[in-house]
Each structure stands twice: as structure tokens, then as C-alpha cells.
């Protein structure tokens, strides 16, 4: 099942700097997106989401962009912080179902 | 904060045997939900649950498997005859009314490892 890829297994910047994280998918009957986070031994976390008629939703430090006609989706961390630090997921759910859909994952490593 | 708690942290159990892991869901939830990770994998739906009956499940939701809401705090996913393919993480999920856009508040996951 691959409607959800994220690309890059990992990421590492410094702290300060803007932490991108890419997610793109397939199924275009996707309507609403997630981004979790995961520490070790920890279950996910909700992060961040956004429905598909929105191209943007901001909380704080991180922002959810969605690009609908190139089936991508990023997430943004600015100011990226040491405790960010985590494996990020991705995740997609259509209004005919709850299930998600979850990428792979991606690492983020934020060095002081 | 409210969460989800699951136990235990960590089951092993023999091939063959029946396992119940077990989960309390947000007291004000109703959607109920079972994912598992098996080790560098996505993580998987399995199972979802709402007013007392299965929702939807995937195709990994075989005979084996079955999930109970024996009173009303308590979520269970019980494995009949475990094996060792069923070695993951697995994670109980829930969420409160609403549109299902609303997100899933996942517990901790118990660990089961099969042996």
C-alpha cells in the first residue's frame, strides 16, 4: 500500500533553521491530512492537520502546506528546536472512512 | 490531559497462544480504532469500532483477530493463535464525535513479541 510515500527516511539540521518535511500521495479521494509525531517508545502524537480545500494551515512553529494538483504535502518547523527531534508521519483519511493512511515516516534529527 | 493508556507495555507470548491486549480510550470517545507497526514498517489500520460493532478492517483482520468493548472504559484486540508474523507494535486509537477528520489520540502501544 503505497498512497502515502515519504521519501526521506531522514533529515538532520541545526537548530535555528527550518525543518521540511515531504509527504506525497496517490489517492486523490484523500480529503483531509495529518502530520504525528513519535518519540521512542511512545505512541503518535497529533501534530497538525489540513483538509483538502486549504492550502495552508499554520499553528506556531509549524505550518502544513498542501499542493492538491501535485498530490504533495509538506510540514514546516521554524524555529526548529533540539526536543523536535522525533520521527514524523504523514497521514491521510477520506470522509468515507476514519481509517489513516500513514507514510513511512521521516527522522528528524535538530543538532544545537 | 486526557489519554489513551494501553497494558501491557510489553507482551511475549508462544506461538499458538491467545494474547489480549488491552486499551482504555478517551472516556468521552466513542470511534475506536487498532493499528499495528511491525519493526521498519508503516504503521497499519487494522480495525475500527463504533457503537458496539466493527466500522471497517483490513485485509490483515483475519479470523484470528477480534476486538471487544466489554464494558464501558475497556477496548480489547484479542489474537486466537498467534504467530510469529504478529510480532509488532500495536497501537489503540480514539477518537471523540464528529466529522472523522477529527484526529485519532493514540496510546503508547504494547510491544508483542511472539515467540
Known amino acids: 500500500d503505497q498512497q502515502v510515500k515519504q521519501n526521506s527516511p531522514s533529515l538532520s539540521v541545526q537548530e535555528g533553521r527550518i525543518s521540511i518535511l515531504n509527504c506525497d500521495y496517490t489517492?486523490?479521494?484523500?480529503?483531509?491530512f495529518l502530520w504525528y509525531k513519535k518519540y521512542p517508545a511512545e505512541g503518535p502524537t497529533f501534530l497538525i492537520s489540513?483538509?483538502?480545500?486549504?492550502d495552508k494551515n499554520e499553528d506556531g512553529r509549524f505550518t502544513v502546506f498542501l499542493n492538491k494538483s501535485a498530490k504533495h504535502l509538506s510540514l514546516h518547523i521554524v524555529p526548529s528546536q533540539p526536543g523536535d527531534s522525533a520521527v514524523y508521519f504523514c497521514a491521510a483519511i477520506s470522509s468515507n472512512t476514519g481509517k489513516l493512511i500513514f507514510g513511512q515516516g521521516t527522522t528528524l534529527q535538530v543538532k544545537p | 490531559e486526557p489519554e489513551v493508556t494501553q497494558t501491557p507495555s510489553h507482551q511475549v507470548t508462544q506461538m499458538g497462544q491467545e494474547v489480549i491486549l488491552r486499551c482504555v480510550p478517551i472516556?468521552?470517545?466513542?470511534?475506536f480504532y487498532w493499528y499495528r507497526q511491525i519493526l521498519g514498517q508503516k504503521v497499519e489500520f487494522l480495525v475500527s469500532?463504533?457503537?458496539?460493532?466493527?466500522?471497517?478492517k483490513s485485509e490483515i483482520f483475519d479470523d484470528q483477530f477480534s476486538v471487544e468493548r466489554p464494558d464501558g472504559s475497556n477496548f480489547t484486540l484479542k489474537i486466537r493463535s498467534t504467530k510469529l508474523e504478529d510480532s509488532a507494535m500495536y497501537f489503540c486509537a480514539s477518537r471523540g464525535q464528529g466529522l472523522s477528520q477529527q484526529p485519532q489520540h493514540f496510546g503508547d502501544g504494547t510491544r508483542l513479541s511472539i515467540l
Open positions: 489517492n486523490s479521494m484523500f480529503d483531509y
Open positions: 469500532f463504533y457503537n458496539n460493532e466493527i466500522s471497517e
Open positions: 472516556s468521552n470517545h466513542l470511534y
Open positions: 489540513i483538509s483538502s480545500i486549504k
